[in-house]
Each structure stands twice: as C-alpha cells, then as structure tokens.
C-alpha cells in the first residue's frame, strides 16, 4: 500500500527573531496531497497555533505567526524564545497522516555563546592557561547545549533536556558576567 512518508527539519539558526521549518517528506503520486497544516505549540503555551502551508514547504515563522506578536508585525521583529516547541505536520486524512516533533530552540544560547567566544583573546599558538581554562568551560557549555538537544528531539526527554539546557544558560551567564 503506498503512503507519505513525512519529515520536517528545523534547523537551529542563529536569527533569533526567525525559526525556520522545512518539509523534507517523500510524497506518493498515488495518492493526493491536501490539507496540509503546521502545528505549533510554543515553550509554555497548551494551546498550538496553526499554519496553513503547501508541500515541499520551507517556512520562516515570525513571532507573529506564532501569535506571540500582534502589532508591527512585517515591521517589526521580536524574538523568539529558547525552549522546547512542539511541532507537528499533517496530511489529509489528518488524524491519521502527521510527525510530530519535539524541538529544543536554542539561538538566543548560541548567540551568548559566541558573544562570549569573541571575547577570548586567541591566537594561532598555544594559549596560555588562563585562555585554555576558558575555552575548555566554553567547549563544556556547548556540550551541554548539544546533549540537551539531543534530549529533547532524539530521547525525547524534554525536561531532561531543559534542565541540561538552564544549566548551560546559568553558566554562559557566569562567563558573561566575568567578561563585564
């Protein structure tokens, strides 16, 4: 028997006002695709904003497509938070013909990270300690980000996840604070 096989990617970008989201399905010709909607239920929302989209989609979701934004909108970009969206994508019969995702955002994380980065004064010569000591705690923090990531949308463990994901944000907040 044929069917859709449906996949979405959201890839982490560092535009923190903008999450983008693509549809990476494989579509049988045997069988019509309709009634295609994009599920969004944002980190601390029950309730899921839906996005009418075309197949083959790759879609750029604002803050105000999320709801989260309700004036200036298409003038002015507010961010999206970091945390865990759960996304889902259906084809008619929709009940029957969805993916659902757990998504762990973490541009505003990664954007403090490379703040940070920055600032380490690095050359091409092996650094002193005190640099070393730094870029070790900041390959640390990245690991955390990355573990907790693959908490949320591989072990789909999202309080795990959040938790590994607070942590990394406490101490990238630390190395900031010592950068003042």
């Not at 640390?140 to 693959?150: D, E």
Request: proline residues 4%; charged residues 15%.
């Amino acid at each position: 028997m044929a069917n859709h096989i449906l996949s979405l990617e959201v890839p982490t970008v560092l535009n923190t006002c903008v999450m983008t989201v693509m549809d990476t399905s494989v579509y049988t010709d045997l069988i019509p695709v309709v009634c295609e909607t994009l599920t969004i239920t944002v980190p601390g929302f029950t309730s899921s904003v839906e996005l009418s989209v075309n197949a083959g989609f790759i879609q750029n979701i604002t803050a105000c497509d999320l709801g989260l934004q309700t004036t200036d909108c298409n003038v002015n970009y507010i961010d999206i938070p970091d945390g865990v969206y759960i996304i889902k994508y259906s084809v008619s019969p929709n009940d029957q013909v969805y993916v659902e995702y757990n998504h762990l955002r973490i541009s505003k994380a990664l954007n403090k990270y490379n703040k940070i980065l920055c600032g380490v004064d690095v050359n091409a010569c092996d650094p002193p300690f005190a640099i070393k000591e730094k870029l070790e705690a900041l390959r640390l923090i990245f690991m955390y980000l990355q573990a907790a990531k693959s908490k949320v949308e591989t072990c789909h463990e999202p309080q795990k996840g959040m938790t590994l994901y607070n942590y990394a944000m406490k101490l990238l907040n630390k190395m900031d604070c010592i950068n003042c």
